[in-house]
Nanobody, 115 residues
């Protein structure tokens, strides 16, 4: 019973772009939507937020101006558009939905940026 499924990762050269997608089961889609990432040997870190009404976004400083979080309610999907990728962005990326007092996590998708 997969509730969140992330995809879109891959190998890209420095300066390249990727768009991550995370499809959610309709019963959990809503609330605060977030992306996190975890690099090898490091703790998982928050990357971006999108609030419930889809109007307010926040980003960690290192990705501001390069990453964009968005959603499509008709597809129950949250996206992370990543431009100007850098080797430091290499990590497993996870989508997260906080809805109804519960946290839902998807399986991660690997993003690797070569220099």
């Amino acid at each position: 019973d997969v509730q969140l499924q992330a995809s879109g990762g891959g190998l890209v050269q420095s300066g390249g772009s990727l768009r991550l997608s995370c499809v959610a089961s309709t019963n959990i889609f809503g609330g605060l939507m977030r992306w996190f990432r975890q690099a090898p040997g490091k703790v998982r870190e928050w990357v971006a937020n999108l609030d419930d009404d889809g109007r307010r976004t926040t980003y960690r400083d290192s990705v501001k101006g390069r990453f964009t979080i968005s959603k499509d309610n008709t597809k129950s999907t949250v996206y992370l558009q990543m431009n100007g990728l850098e080797p430091a962005d290499t990590a497993v990326y996870y989508c997260n939905i906080y809805n109804g007092g519960k946290n839902f996590w998807g399986r991660g998708t690997q993003v690797t940026v070569s220099s």
